[in-house]
């Protein structure tokens, strides 16, 4: 069974205002990497239809601030799956309202774990039982 991984993304858009920003007008880290989150447990979830947490971030590169007034541009991808996790690309951009300019700010890999009902980890992929009768036709039995 393959994966689809076109399932596997998401995009959020904030408004960068002066709550979320500290005292030189820039977004806090904190919130960026609350945004990313959000975005990063969305794609799994999408990918896998089960509830998705978060096990570790493995990096988080900040190159450039953005600031109040700008938009965040949050774009999720999952770009790799494991028996029980995923692997998820989060980018983040800048956007300038106005001119709609946009420039990557923020990148981080995020690696996700599919829960299930009894709260812990199963297997992304769902497996589905075969209905009855529905498994390969019987032939004969091979003769020694």
Known sequence: MGIDLEKGKATASHLVLPTDTNPLGALFGGRAVEWMDIASGLAAIRLSRRPAVTASIERLDFHVPIHWGEIAVVE???????????????NMFREEPMTGERQLCTRGLFHMVALGADGKPTAVLHRRKAPKGAGAPRGRRREK
């Open 76 to 90: 999720a991808e999952v770009i790799g799956v494991g028996h029980t996790s995923m692997t998820v690309q989060v």
